[in-house]
T-cell receptor, first 111, second 111 residues
């Protein structure tokens, strides 16, 4: 039973475009929502994270939007670059930080 | 710090053999997690240690899997006997607080 649902499975974007990945959760006890980036042959690396007391967090070209009432959150990658081509995972956890991951989205940025 | 160190990076073994995966967490981190990644099931949490004590092993698939953390700087995940369906990438992650740092993973192939 997947606790975090992620979409789309893959997306292709032109260089300079915007990539948007969506996630939804059911467990209202979740209070930590990170996004991880994974390159082939590497482990996931934390990209950006948010807690439910804020609706948006921005770090450079990466923004998380959070909708607590809808139990949804999304990652926006602005001005996408070829180096952003990777698999992105949303995740959620309670205070024990045991992460429940989404299925992942493979992003391909065309030059 | 060199990050989370896992060994071996690749392991090929025959069905029925014992396999031991190793992890050295980041110094000072008090939580350690073992995850498994497959195409079919994505990233799954297997077991979680806090201060070297196993807190939640509900993700361990079968009795064939066992994990230990004898001290703060070392953990093992053992599969005995191994089966082809155990083929996956196994990640170790450590944290102090919310941010989990992942190792490079061990790619296990059971033939």
């Amino acid at each position: 039973q997947q606790q975090v649902k992620q979409s789309p499975q893959s997306l292709i974007v032109q260089k300079g475009g915007i990539s948007i990945i969506n996630c939804a959760y059911e467990n209202t006890a979740f209070d930590y929502f990170p996004w991880y980036q994974q390159f082939p042959g590497k482990g996931p690396a934390l990209l950006i994270a948010i807690r439910p007391d804020v609706s948006e967090k921005k770090e450079g070209r990466f923004t998380i939007s959070f909708n607590k009432s809808a139990k949804q959150f999304s990652l926006h990658i602005m001005d996408s670059q070829p180096g952003d081509s990777a698999t992105y995972f949303c995740a959620a956890s309670k205070r024990d930080y045991k992460l429940s991951f989404g299925a992942g989205t493979t992003v391909t940025v065309r030059a | 710090d060199a990050g989370v160190i896992q060994s071996p990076r690749h392991e090929v073994t025959e069905m029925g053999q014992e396999v031991t995966l190793r992890c050295k967490p980041i110094s000072g981190h008090n939580s350690l997690f073992w995850y498994r990644q497959t195409m079919m099931r994505g990233l799954e949490l297997l077991i979680y240690f806090n201060n070297n004590v196993p807190i939640d092993d509900s993700g361990m698939p079968e009795d064939r899997f066992s994990a230990k953390m004898p001290n703060a700087s070392f953990s093992t995940l053992k599969i005995q006997p191994s089966e082809p369906r155990d083929s996956a990438v196994y990640f170790c992650a450590s944290s102090w607080g919310s941010e989990a740092f992942f190792g490079q993973g061990t790619r296990l192939t059971v033939v």
